[in-house]
């Protein structure tokens, strides 16, 4: 088992180093990485310069790791698309420096590099560890990562489909268990905050608090991390409302004519 470790916050990230040395005992690790941390980047193609690729010294021994000048998600494509030799059987995204639930996946590096994994016709698996502080601890989160890899539920998944799993920030004895769930309702507190540049011209930061959400709903991820529980959420990327598109059949769009 060939398996490609990726995420946002930067190839050398604390989080990255612990879910390769977590995915070792599983078969062969490489890891491909934005050089820096790229954090809320979502799922960005760079096409308009070129993509520099850079072999590194890794932190764990026997991992082979690249750093680029691209996104998450032009990491995991340089891979797949023939810069690194060997067949990947599963790509593996994380450990990330904070959650991603709810409205966060539109934004999340870490779920981009999933998602472009799956594009590719490849498993993966995104994981997360809900602490965004600096000296997050990974060694419980890591051992949960390489537990759901063993599982092996990404060889059941259907086409497009990957496994978004979010990791309380608990000792390993205190986490629950496991919850499939839903992605949740999150809150986001942002405000743009105006500065002025030295030449007095305004610019803008989005600022305000870290985002929150609705933990009460039962089910959600939001919920289950929150209880003590990691989440386990399919995510599809076919983004079409179906429920929504059937409403619309009863719209009677079927009879509007194009005006010319
Ligand atoms: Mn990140």
């Known amino acids: ?130 602490d965004h502080s600096e000296d997050a601890e990974y060694e419980a989160a890591a051992t949960v990562a390489r537990q759901v890899a063993q599982l092996k539920l990404y060889e059941r998944l259907p086409p497009l489909t990957l496994l978004n799993v979010n990791i309380p920030p608990l000792p390993l004895e205190a986490i629950r268990g496991f919850k499939i769930t839903r992605q949740g309702l999150r809150q986001y507190n942002d405000e743009l905050v105006e500065r002025l540049d030295p030449s007095g011209r305004p610019y803008y930061w989005i600022g305000g608090g870290a985002p929150t959400g609705d933990v009460t709903e039962e089910g959600t991820d939001l919920w289950a991390t929150d209880q003590g529980y990691v989440s386990i959420t399919p995510i599809h990327l076919d983004m079409t409302a179906y429920a929504v598109m059937k409403e619309m059949e009863t719209w009677g769009l079927g009879e509007l004519t194009l005006q010319t």
């Open 1 to 130: 088992m060939h398996i490609l470790v990726s995420n946002d916050d930067g190839v050398m990230a604390p989080g990255i180093i612990a879910l390769a040395q977590a995915m070792l005992p599983l078969g062969k690790v490489t890891v491909v990485a934005p050089s820096d941390n790229q954090s809320a980047t979502g799922h960005r193609k760079t096409m308009h310069k070129p993509l520099r690729v850079k072999r590194i010294k890794f932190p764990v021994e026997g991992v082979a790791a690249y750093s680029t000048s691209g996104s998450p998600s032009d990491s995991v494509a340089v891979a797949l698309l023939g810069y690194i030799d060997e067949p990947i059987d599963l790509i593996v995204s994380g450990i990330n420096r904070g959650p991603n639930q709810g409205q966060d996946l539109t934004y999340s590096g870490t779920v981009s590099a999933a998602f472009e994994a799956v594009i590719w016709r490849k498993p993966a698996l995104a994981f997360s560890l809900c």
